[in-house]
Every structure is written in structure tokens, then in C-alpha cells.
């Protein structure tokens, strides 16, 4: 079938379908990105709102993709984004069959959380598993849905990114020792910067900001000319919080 509804596209010279691994990734990066920020919103603020709109608008793309991923406005931006890269074709019906996964992902927390406003592990846990997936995709074009298309189907999957569907798989080097040093070095400075950063204790926001002089700047470079008479003017938002008179100190304008 080559109609509006087709999945996937036929190249010459490939035995199945294929689509654009490389448009692939581009639009897991662009739902994953809104789905980490509507995730964080409603975590640290308990708001779910975004999230739930999230939800609706994740569950149309999938739905989309579904019946023809050059449909998906995700796929479509995403491949408007990379379209002067040389395309990277991988087998569809995997892809398809990992799609269909994010679908019914997304209807559970359709019903969970948009129709009946449930708020609980089971979100937590599906969330979760839908930016695991997103983030393998896009970070290391690795599609984790895809790796159980052959649970389920008889044809094994062919034409995966990276030939790791090949048989034998391509031999790549493990890791280097002086890689491994790198590694424990980098993992090493972290934990003491971890440790400093919480020895000096938390910042408290605008009174817990270090002034000019306690900086060993000398007052007078703060001093605003008559030049800079708009630039000590304070800010609605200092106004609002009642932050005037602590906005003019830390900006040298008091």
C-alpha cells in the first residue's frame, strides 16, 4: 500500500519498509524535552496541568505515527530540523511496534491522570518508563521498545540502527584503561565537588546574595553616573516581592 496511510517508506534496495533513524531521533528530542519541563513542573510545584497537556498532545503524535509517522508533527519537525542530513534508513515495522508501546503508555495516563486526575506511583512509574524510552532514543539511538519487537513477532527485526540486528554484530572495541582512569577521575572530582558545594550550604535566594564590597569590590564601582540612572531603576518583579530596597544593595543602586 502506498496511500496517505503507508508506514514507512520504500526505498530501493532494502527488503522492508524504512524510515529516517535520523528523523526518528530528532522527534524523540522534541518530546522529550517538553516532557522533562511538564514532569519537573508538576514534581517540584504540584501542578499537573502542563502535564496532562502534555499527556493529550504526546497521544495524538503516537496515534499519528501510527497510521503514517510523516503525519506526526513531531516526525514533521523533526525532519524539517535535519533535512540536510544524508538520511539513515532503519526497518519501520520495529519502530511501529515501539510506537504502539508509547501509545498504550499514553492512554493509561489518559485515563489516569486527564480523565480521572489520579496522582500516584503508578504515574510516577509510567512517566518514567516513557522518558527512559524517549531519552535512550534520542541521546543514544537506541530504541528499548524495538529490542522486544522480536519477543513477538517471528521475523526477526532487520535494518536496525547501528547494524546491531546483524548477524554476527559488528565487533567494537570495550573500553581503554586510560578511558577507564578518565572515567574514576571525572566521577572522583564530582563527589568533592558535591561535598564543598554542600559544606558551604544552601543559597536563600535575594538575601543570602553576596554584595559588591563583601565581593572586595570597592563601593564606588558600583556607584551609578548619571548615565546609569535607568539602569538602578527596579524591576516590577523586585516591586512585587518586596525586594526593592534589597534589588538597589545588590546591584549597587542604594
Known amino acids: 500500500m502506498n496511500g496517505i496511510l503507508a508506514f514507512g517508506e520504500q526505498v530501493d534496495g532494502y527488503p522492508v519498509r524504512v524510515v529516517n533513524e535520523r528523523v526518528v531521533r530528532a522527534a524523540a528530542g522534541l518530546l522529550f524535552f517538553p516532557a522533562v519541563l511538564s514532569f519537573m513542573h508538576s514534581f517540584l510545584l504540584g501542578n499537573f496541568q502542563y502535564t496532562r497537556l502534555f499527556i493529550i ?82 541521546a543514544f539511538g537506541i530504541c528499548l521498545g524495538c529490542k522486544l519487537y522480536n519477543l513477538f513477532h517471528h521475523e526477526q527485526a532487520q535494518l536496525c540502527p547501528g547494524g546491531v540486528c546483524e548477524v554476527p554484530a559488528q565487533r567494537v572495541p570495550g573500553l581503554r584503561p586510560a578511558q577507564l582512569a578518565s572515567l574514576a577521575a571525572f566521577v572522583a572530582v564530582t563527589v568533592l565537588a558535591a561535598r564543598w558545594v554542600q559544606a558551604t550550604g544552601p543559597m536563600g535566594g535575594f538575601d543570602d546574595m553576596a554584595t559588591l564590597e563583601e565581593m572586595g569590590v570597592p563601593a564606588t564601582a558600583g556607584q551609578p553616573s548619571a548615565a546609569d540612572d535607568g539602569r538602578c531603576k527596579v524591576p516590577d518583579f523586585a516591586k512585587a516581592i518586596g525586594h526593592e530596597e534589597l534589588w538597589k544593595k545588590h546591584n549597587g543602586c542604594s
Open 57 to 138: 498532545v504526546f497521544l495524538i503524535d503516537m496515534a499519528l505515527r501510527q497510521l503514517n509517522p510523516r503525519w506526526a508533527p513531531s516526525m514533521i519537525v523533526g525532519g524539517w530540523i535535519v533535512r540536510h542530513q544524508a538520511p539513515e534508513w532503519v526497518g519501520a515495522p520495529q519502530k511501529r511496534f515501539a510506537w504502539g508501546l508509547g501509545l498504550l503508555l499514553g492512554l493509561a495516563m489518559l485515563y489516569l491522570m486527564v480523565f480521572n486526575r489520579y496522582m500516584g506511583p503508578l504515574n510516577m512509574l509510567i512517566c518514567g518508563s516513557c522518558l527512559l524510552l524517549m531519552f535512550f532514543e534520542t
